[in-house]
């Protein structure tokens, strides 16, 4: 696949980006694991023009493994347009910039940011406009976005036409409305509408868990690739499962506790390195839950991984889940 001067794998596997969780030492891994790119947690266009430090150090990954790209949300196309000049100009590195259309969350879209821009796929196309004239020619553009806004706003195939026609390279379709959040299944004939709608490629997206389901979603809907996020939090080996069926190669067997847990140590520890164990450790929490998945014993030790303060816990952590799948 081709994205302007950036060629990409035939069949991405993308990482998604997940706020408070994708930060650089989980796209690390997930890039090491073959993920094709990997996109940063979602930052405020708005408070880049204001300044903030804060948002400019959440796209700032200093040493990016393998394609990189920075997701802003926003409601104006004028203000990611100025982000996007703000964050060049203080030398944040990436190699495709993604606007949020898709993120449900009420503070957000009271904003008039997120899914909220679904309800006026013409604004979608002066957000995407503004930005791939901020951008220039040679940067790839995407878009992340949701099927509609709920059941009587299904907007997804509009939104796509305008961003395409705009100048977006790839867009990645979420299989629900706004309204449904994350419960219900997704919906792959949805997914498949907005393929058929565009020439650009689409990545389906939605409770991808293995590389069957990976396999399934891409034949219901025809899209180019996937984006996978839950899925692969304590799994990174799932990318290279996926990588392997999309290719016609047999799947590569599960991994062994060990590299799991070796897997949740070296990323707990590079956290800390990044954010230093104040900030980490809480963020660790979450991390460390998700290796637990499956494991014996996995309700005590997820109570475990919520009292992780320092460190040294995460190994007492391990010690503990070794000992109970003896
Ligand atoms: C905790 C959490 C944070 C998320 N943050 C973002 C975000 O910052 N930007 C975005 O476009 N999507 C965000 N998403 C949505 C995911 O990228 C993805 O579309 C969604 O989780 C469905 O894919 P999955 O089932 O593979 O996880 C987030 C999802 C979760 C669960």
Redesign the pocket.
């Known amino acids: 696949m081709q994205l302007r001067s950036l060629t990409l794998p035939d069949h991405p596997a993308v990482f ?6 994708s930060d650089a030492a989980c796209r690390h891994l997930m890039a090491d694991h073959g993920a094709a790119w990997t996109v940063s ?2 930052a405020s266009a708005k408070a880049i023009t204001f300044g903030d430090k804060k948002s400019i150090a959440l796209l700032r990954d200093a040493h990016p493994h393998g394609v990189y790209a920075v ?1 802003l949300f926003g409601a104006e196309p004028e203000t990611v347009a100025q982000a996007i000049g703000i964050i060049r100009d203080k030398g944040v590195a990436f190699d495709i910039l993604d606007l ?1 259309m ?2 449900p969350a009420p503070k957000i879209t009271s904003g008039g940011a997120g899914s909220r821009l679904l309800l006026d796929p013409a604004l979608c196309g002066r957000m995407v406009a503004a930005a791939r004239q901020a951008l220039g020619p040679d940067t790839p553009l995407t878009v ?1 976005m949701r099927i509609g806004w709920d059941g009587d706003h299904l907007t997804g195939v509009e939104v796509a036409r305008e961003c395409e026609r705009a100048g977006a390279d790839l867009l990645a379709v ?1 299989g629900r409305t706004r309204e449904q959040m ?1 419960i219900p299944p997704i919906d792959p004939a949805a997914i498949a509408a907005i393929r058929q709608a565009v020439q650009i490629p689409v990545l389906a ?4 868990t293995s590389a069957a389901g990976a396999a399934r979603l891409l034949e219901q809907t025809g899209c180019a690739g996937v ?5 692969a939090l304590g799994d990174p080996w799932l990318f290279e499962r996926v990588n392997a069926v999309l290719a016609g190669q047999p799947e590569p067997p599960l991994p062994s506790l060990n590299r799991r847990m070796a897997a949740l140590r070296a990323q707990v520890y590079e956290m800390c390195e990044e954010k230093g164990e104040w900030t980490a450790m809480p963020q660790a929490r979450s991390q460390a839950m998700y290796y637990m998945k499956g494991l014996k014993g996995a309700a005590s030790l997820r109570r475990y991984c919520s009292m992780l303060e320092h460190f040294p816990d995460v190994d007492r952590l391990i010690d503990t889940a070794c000992r109970l799948q003896d």
């Open positions: 998604a980006p997940m706020a408070g969780l947690e979602m997701q949020n898709g993120c992340k979420h994350y997206n939605g409770d991808i984006m996978i996020g839950r899925g």
